[in-house]
């Protein structure tokens, strides 16, 4: 008889643990409380990482898909063009197969939903997922059902997790804009980053006619945590070229306003026949665009433990055990790299400046190489 799993979430870790069943001929009931779980959002950075894990998930076909648009220049330069680090783009198409690309999210959630086959998703509040000697139980809106195991993938503020991990999402200092730019605004293939003093820009190519940004300000700047757009985008006023043109090209009430937030690491990865994935398990901070593919590389590990023992607490305990030390590096670089993005201090920017544009050439590719979690093609 096949194993029944419940999947808690239909945004990208959800869909992910769906292909990942899929290659395991499991059945999978998915549940979301949205309307229209696919709809929203503005883009997403899929690393090498990311494409790999997709790969092994069934959708081999979408890196080379993307291929045309994929991203082969770019680096982070400070609020006047002066350049501080070109990534490695081309060495990292060598080392692990794929240039990054850039997809609006809504394009990639359809690209997976297709490749599962377009299942039913269930539109239910979950609000408790528990363990069972036997499975899993899982309760909301639509009453209780019983299942072998479930998968919860419902974000940071996930309301299942809370029997596992009642953990509450901790704030950061600064907030976070995005948006997508219609029309040829920058170079195409292209993604930058520009440091200015507690405020950010980076933007990364989609296609040659569609480019995804995003702002961040420290909260002082702001005058209070509920500044909008209109106060927000002045202080980018003086920023270069590409900056002012993705502004120019994104119509205000198109763009995404955001607190910036993660989860303290540590939170349970499994417990019994139930496991954690994406947010719901270890939301980090977006500054180095890796969320998402630790969401897929969570499917993927599951779906190597659950080959090897079967959905079984052991094949769960192997995957948390696998997971655990990398989620909490993940969490903890990013909130780091982030406080440091956000300098505001003139004197501490110089001195983080001169120190990234003689440090990162020499230490780059040993950074990437712990944010890629790998160590070569496959």
Known sequence: MRARVAIIGAGIAGFAAGLACRQLDVEFQLFDAAAD????????TLWPNALRALSELGMRDLGSGLA???????????????VLYELPLVWMRKQYGYFPVCVRRDVLLFAMYKALLRPTI???RVQRVFAQTDGAMVEGSHGRLAYDA??????IHSQARHDI????????????????AQGPVVDPATMWEYWGEGVRFGYASISPHATYWFATVNDRLLGGQDAGWDVARRLFAGFPPPVRACIAATPDADVLRHRV??????????????????????????????????AVED??????????????????????????????????????FGDVMQWQNQGMIHMRNGLFRIAAPMAGRLLWRRLLGSTGRP
Request: charged share 15%.
């Open 37 to 44: 779980p696919l709809a929203g959002g503005a883009a997403i």
């Open 68 to 82: 045309a648009n994929a991203i082969t220049h770019g680096g982070i330069a400070t609020e006047r063009a002066a």
């Open 122 to 124: 269930a539109r239910a």
């Open 150 to 155: 479930a998968v919860i993938a419902d974000g």
């Open 165 to 180: 991990c009642p953990v509450q999402p901790r704030p950061t200092r600064y907030t976070a804009w995005r948006g997508i």
């Open 261 to 294: 937030q993660d989860l303290p690491p540590g939170c349970p990865l499994a417990q019994g026949r139930i496991v954690l994935m994406g947010d719901a398990a270890h939301a980090i901070t977006p500054n180095l665009g890796f969320g998402g593919a630790l």
């Open 299 to 336: 499917a993927a590990t599951w779906l190597r433990a659950v080959r090897n023992v079967g959905v079984s607490p052991a094949a769960f305990r192997i995957y948390a055990a696998q997971r655990r030390r990398r989620v909490r590096e993940m969490a903890y670089v990013t909130r780091q």
